[in-house]
Each structure stands twice: as structure tokens, then as C-alpha cells.
């Protein structure tokens, strides 16, 4: 019982914003699972999911996994595009660093990995920095021109 189970909370995580254990727990229920809260945490463990903040409060995500990519509304994108949170951008190298307002770079980093860009090796994120990699091949014109897809202020940054 338990695939089935973890299969209907990845498609919750996936296609809900839930914000508490209590609301995950009343979906899973109309879902026709049954479950305590000490086994959903194990549940929500063993899935990698985390609970992060947005701008409307707190919502438990998936790891990027392609069966169950969650995307951005076409109406919510230009709205989340301007308020990204990008503070500042250098060069390192092959890394372009990333520096956001606090609290915003693991969500725009999970942002980026998501978006499968073709220059992008990866990121890893901290509370506000943000290392992007260029893939071997890739010129830095290439990542910035992929980056500023998701991340239109940097179309006005002068490297």
C-alpha cells in the first residue's frame, strides 16, 4: 500500500500548494489514504520533499523529477519574473555567482535546474548566492543568454 500511497503524494506535491502536514493529510485523505502524521513525515522524507517559503506563505515541493514537473502559470510568469529577487551578478570562471535577496536562492536555483537549460551544468544555492556552472562547450554569452530567459533583469547587466 505504500507505492500507491507515495505515488498520490507526489501528484499532490505536483499539482497542490499545500502548505501544512494537516493539509496534506486531509488530501491524501480524500484521496482515500488514511495515514498518521508520523508516516507522512517518513513519507514526505523518503520522497526528498521539502517545505519551502513563497511570497504567499509555505508550501512543501518535490526534488525536480520530470514525471511530476511542476510549472509557473503563463499569468503568474511575468509576475514572478519581475520579482525574482536578483540582487547582483558576478563572474568566476565557468560559475556565474548569483547573489539574491535573503531567502530567495533556493527557490530561483530550483528554478533554473528546472528550466533544463542547454549552458547550465547545475547550481547549488545558499540562503542568498546562487553558483550557476557552464557546461564544458558552452561560452558564457550562451549562459547568460539562458539565464536571462528566466531572468530578464540580466538582459541589463553590463559584465
Same mark, same amino acid.
Given at each position: 500500500?505504500?507505492?500507491?500511497?507515495?505515488?498520490?503524494?507526489r501528484?499532490?506535491?505536483?499539482?497542490?500548494?499545500?502548505?501544512?502536514?494537516?493539509?496534506?493529510?486531509?488530501?491524501?485523505?480524500?484521496?482515500?489514504?488514511?495515514?498518521?502524521q508520523?508516516?507522512?513525515?517518513?513519507?514526505? &522524507?523518503?520522497l526528498?520533499?521539502?517545505?519551502?517559503r513563497? =511570497?504567499?506563505?509555505?508550501?512543501?515541493?518535490?526534488?525536480q523529477?520530470?514525471?511530476?514537473? =511542476?510549472?509557473?502559470?503563463?499569468?503568474?510568469l511575468?509576475?514572478?519574473? &519581475?520579482?525574482?529577487?536578483?540582487a547582483?551578478?558576478?563572474?568566476?570562471?565557468?560559475?556565474?555567482?548569483?547573489?539574491?535577496?535573503?531567502?530567495?536562492? =533556493?527557490?530561483?536555483?530550483a528554478?533554473?535546474?528546472?528550466?533544463h537549460?542547454?549552458?547550465?551544468?547545475?547550481?547549488?544555492?545558499?540562503?542568498?548566492?546562487?553558483?550557476?556552472a &557552464?557546461?564544458?562547450?558552452?561560452?558564457?554569452q550562451?549562459?547568460?543568454?539562458?539565464?536571462?530567459?528566466?531572468?530578464?533583469?540580466?538582459?541589463?547587466?553590463?559584465?
Amino acid at each position: 500500500m505504500k507505492a500507491p500511497r507515495l505515488d498520490a503524494l507526489r501528484v499532490i506535491l505536483s499539482n497542490r500548494t499545500s502548505a501544512t502536514q494537516a493539509d496534506l493529510l486531509r488530501e491524501l485523505a480524500d484521496a482515500g489514504f488514511s495515514v498518521s502524521q508520523p508516516t507522512l513525515s517518513h513519507d514526505l &522524507r523518503s520522497l526528498g520533499a521539502a517545505k519551502i517559503r513563497t =511570497r504567499e506563505g509555505f508550501q512543501y515541493i518535490l526534488p525536480q523529477r520530470d514525471t511530476y514537473q =511542476r510549472t509557473v502559470a503563463p499569468e503568474v510568469l511575468p509576475e514572478y519574473l &519581475r520579482n525574482s529577487g536578483l540582487a547582483e551578478v558576478r563572474k568566476s570562471g565557468n560559475l556565474l555567482v548569483l547573489h539574491t535577496r535573503p531567502g530567495y536562492a =533556493r527557490g530561483l536555483a530550483a528554478d533554473i535546474d528546472i528550466s533544463h537549460m542547454p549552458s547550465v551544468a547545475g547550481t547549488i544555492a545558499g540562503y542568498d548566492t546562487i553558483f550557476v556552472a &557552464r557546461l564544458d562547450g558552452k561560452t558564457e554569452q550562451e549562459l547568460i543568454d539562458d539565464l536571462a530567459e528566466l531572468l530578464p533583469a540580466l538582459k541589463s547587466i553590463h559584465f
